[in-house]
C-alpha cells in the first residue's frame, strides 16, 4: 500500500481498518498496525457510535455529524481536515490527511455522512483528475466503458428509486434501442447501457 501511494495514490481509510494482526488478535503498541506511523497521527481515544452520534467541523465551515465509530486523533504530521465539535473528543482531529511522495492518506476517525463524504471524495478526486462519470442521481451506479466497439455508460439503480443520467451527448441505448438524449430516467433497479455517438434510424 505504501508504495503504491508514493507513486501517487490516494488511500481514504478507517475508521476500523488496520486494527487487527494476521492472527486476528488487537496490536499491542497501538489502536492501529501501522496506520499511525504512515499517517502521521496518534490514536487517542475510540469511542462507538451507539448510542450518540458526535458533531463533526470540517475545515470548510460545514458541520454535520460523524456516524458509526469515533476515533480522536492527534495530527503529528498531518494536516487536519475536520475535528470534533462536541463530546469527549472534542477538539481532536475526525478527518486527516498526509501527503506522501506523489500521493497521500486521508485517515477517517468517523464514518461521515453521505453529504460529506461525497464533497469529500469529490475535492480528492479533482486533485488526481478523477471525475464524475456523468451528472446523475445519487442513486445511481453510472460506469464509463470504451473499446473497439465504442464508448458509453452503463447505468444501474441500486435503492429502488426513479433516477436520472444527464448525458453530455447524444446516445442509444443497446438494450432497448431508444435514442436518449439529454436526461434520461431510469426506473427503480433499472438497468440502461448506452453507447454515444450513435442513434437507430427508424424509418
Not at 488496520?18 to 487517542?44: F, M, V
Not at 442513486?139 to 426513479?162: F, Y
Request: hydrophobic share 40%; with cysteine.
Amino acid at each position: 500500500i505504501m508504495g503504491w501511494v508514493e507513486g501517487g495514490g490516494t488511500w481514504v481509510v478507517g475508521p476500523l481498518s488496520d486494527i487487527r494482526t494476521l492472527e486476528a488478535t488487537k496490536y499491542q503498541h497501538a489502536p492501529y498496525g501501522h496506520l499511525e506511523d504512515w499517517a502521521g497521527i496518534t490514536c487517542r481515544y475510540e469511542l462507538p457510535g451507539d448510542p450518540q452520534d458526535y458533531a463533526v467541523h470540517w475545515s470548510d465551515g460545514r458541520s454535520a455529524l460523524g456516524s458509526t465509530w469515533y476515533d480522536g486523533l492527534e495530527a503529528n504530521n498531518a494536516e487536519v481536515l475536520a475535528s470534533y465539535a462536541e463530546g469527549p473528543l472534542a477538539g481532536l482531529a475526525a478527518v486527516t490527511r498526509r501527503r506522501i511522495g506523489k500521493g497521500q492518506i486521508v485517515v477517517l476517525g468517523t464514518l461521515p455522512g453521505a453529504t460529506e463524504l461525497s464533497a469529500l471524495l469529490s475535492e480528492l478526486g479533482k486533485e488526481v483528475d478523477v471525475l464524475p462519470a456523468s451528472e446523475a442521481s445519487a442513486n445511481l451506479l453510472v460506469a464509463p466503458r470504451s473499446g473497439a466497439g465504442g464508448r458509453g455508460v452503463v447505468s444501474v439503480e441500486l435503492e429502488h428509486k426513479p433516477a436520472m443520467l444527464r448525458l453530455p451527448e447524444p446516445a442509444v441505448d443497446l438494450l432497448t434501442g431508444e435514442n436518449c438524449t439529454d436526461e434520461v430516467c431510469i426506473a427503480p433497479y433499472g438497468v440502461r447501457v448506452l453507447q454515444f455517438g450513435y442513434q437507430v434510424h427508424t424509418p
